[in-house]
């Protein structure tokens, strides 16, 4: 526990140095339809390295976007925006017009934020919402989608597979706890350092340390018993630090929580190299999942929910992203077991395998730290 504590003290200290608070989560935006009186609103949040990229916003090259070279591409941002997505309000087409240019913050940097009157009839009872943003340049790129009416919020991810969505104006708190619950499986299976760090932890649950070796448990009892203690110790930890983010008790800066949650892969996969815990990796599941649990925490922040619907989305993407987990281990604990015994299990698979996460991680970490970007993923 003593190397673990000093370990996320230099990464502490490494990451958290007054640079940008940019860090690389997923490519996201947000887009918010709100249901008035009069008329239907929208509001669509950019991130403005996205658009950087996209059209070029850095006119003077020196790494600093600020709200003058924002404001001069007005017209190009909105056009490129615009230009990607389609909206339909029960079968008819609904006109889009800019009405606001904004700059935001979102917890991982500065965005751009496009307000829009949506010329859709008042008592439409349905939207059909299409998106493109950015698919074309980046294949991870999601579309964080909110439609909230009265009490109300209906939710769904826009992804280069799933880039139409079908809304109700009118939903029963029923479908809205299933939309929150897709959101959490979703989260889970695209969250590659998520996967990485709970399948590198689990890689040695089939085995026991003996003899200065790794060797296979005798029994499925034990190796379940392992899974068991690892996959409750991390879905405890990351449920408290999911709950206390989303409900805004504690908040951590985006770009210290995405290193070490890269910092947090690392180790594990050293740890299988090199075991330095040998008999209760779920402690490190738990110090490791609070961290990821502000990970998980920042899909839901930047939702910007409504109070009488917080605790419903709480609920249900948490429970999502325990049943897209139970799915993984579900997947991989019979295949180890039956492959335990093997030299491919041992050799390949563990000691070859930890040493890929590790390296990956390790670019991950690297790209965090420093704002680069070298994998695709």
């Known amino acids: 526990m003593r190397a673990i504590r000093i370990v996320l003290l230099c990464f502490w ?16 935006s947000y887009l918010s339809f709100t249901v008035e009186p009069e008329q239907l609103r929208a ?33 190009e941002v909105t056009a490129y925006a615009l230009s990607r997505l389609q909206v339909e309000a029960d079968g008819k087409s609904c006109p889009l017009t800019p009405d606001g240019y904004l700059v935001d913050s979102h917890s991982d940097g500065a965005y751009a934020v496009l307000q829009l009157k949506v010329g859709c009839p008042r008592d ?39 880039s139409t969505q079908h809304l ?26 998520h996967i990485l760090f709970l399948l590198t932890l689990l890689l040695p649950a089939v085995l026991e340390r003996r003899d200065g070796k790794w060797q ?21 930890a990351h449920s408290i630090t999911l ?6 008790v504690v908040q951590l800066p985006s770009r210290l929580v995405e290193s070490v949650i890269a910092a947090s892969v690392i ?40 109070q009488s619907g917080l605790l ?19 997947a991989f604990l019979p295949v180890a077991f039956l492959l335990r015994n093997t030299w491919f299990y041992r050799q390949i698979t563990l000691t070859g395998g930890s040493i890929a996460v590790a390296v990956v991680a390790s670019v991950w970490l690297a790209e965090r730290v420093f704002d680069w970007k070298v994998l695709p993923f």
């Open 267 to 306: 180790l594990a996969a050293l740890n299988n190299l090199v075991p330095l815990v040998k008999s209760r990796l779920w402690a490190i599941a738990f110090v490791f999942g609070l961290i990821h649990g502000f990970g998980f925490a920042s899909v839901l922040a930047d939702l910007n929910l409504p």
């Open 243 to 248: 709950t206390l983010a989303t409900l805004g």
């Open 168 to 193: 109700e104006v009118r939903t029963s708190a029923l479908l809205q706890f299933l939309d929150f619950a897709r959101e959490g499986i979703w989260h889970i299976w695209i969250g590659f350092d």
């Open 124 to 162: 439409a009872s349905a939207l059909d919402v299409r998106y493109n943003l950015f698919f074309d340049l980046d294949p991870q790129h999601r579309g964080l989608l909110s439609l909230k009416s009265a009490d109300q919020t209906r939710t769904a991810i826009f992804s280069p597979t799933q």
């Open 13 to 28: 200290l490494c990451t958290y140095t007054g640079a940008p608070a940019s860090a690389h989560k997923p490519s996201d």
């Open 216 to 236: 296979p448990v005798k029994n499925l009892p034990a190796a379940f018993a392992n899974v068991l203690k690892i996959v409750t110790a991390f879905t405890i």
């Open 312 to 330: 419903l989305a709480l609920f249900g993407f948490n429970v999502g992203v325990e049943l897209g987990q139970l799915a993984i281990v579900a």
């Open 43 to 75: 509001q669509w949040d950019i991130a403005l390295r996205d658009l950087d990229y996209a059209v070029g916003l850095d006119s003077n090259a020196d790494g600093a976007i600020t709200w003058g070279e924002l404001r001069a591409r007005e017209p």
